[in-house]
């Protein structure tokens, strides 16, 4: 997130927090739900990568969110306390 139109920024991640954290910029109304890009990369038909763009809502929503988008924390925390 930038206040110039002239600067750009990609950050690859897994980490709910810093989307979420973008999401709930938008939700405060300091970051416009167009000025963030959200893509998601999973296995499509023949394992063959599928890349979604996923829109942002004025409510810092992500609308029509793949199933498995927002579970990072569940699968850390069956790795660390066995859920």
Same mark, same amino acid.
């Given at each position: 997130?930038?206040?110039?139109?002239?600067?750009?920024?990609? @950050?690859?991640?897994?980490?709910?927090?810093? /989307? !979420?954290?973008?999401?709930?910029?938008?939700?405060?109304?300091?970051?416009?739900? =167009?000025?963030?890009?959200?893509?998601?990369?999973?296995?499509?038909?023949?394992? @063959?990568?599928?890349?979604?763009?996923?829109? /942002? !809502?004025?409510?810092?929503?992500?609308?029509?969110?793949?199933?498995?988008?927002? =579970?990072?924390?569940?699968?850390?925390?069956?790795?660390?306390?066995?859920?």
């Amino acid at each position: 997130m930038t206040k110039t139109k002239s600067l750009q920024l990609i @950050v690859e991640t897994h980490s709910d927090h810093i /989307i !979420n954290t973008c999401l709930v910029e938008v939700k405060k109304k300091r970051v416009g739900s =167009d000025a963030i890009s959200l893509l998601f990369f999973g296995k499509g038909d023949d394992d @063959v990568c599928d890349v979604r763009h996923l829109d /942002i !809502n004025d409510q810092g929503r992500v609308k029509d969110a793949p199933v498995d988008f927002f =579970d990072q924390i569940d699968k850390s925390l069956e790795v660390l306390v066995g859920f």
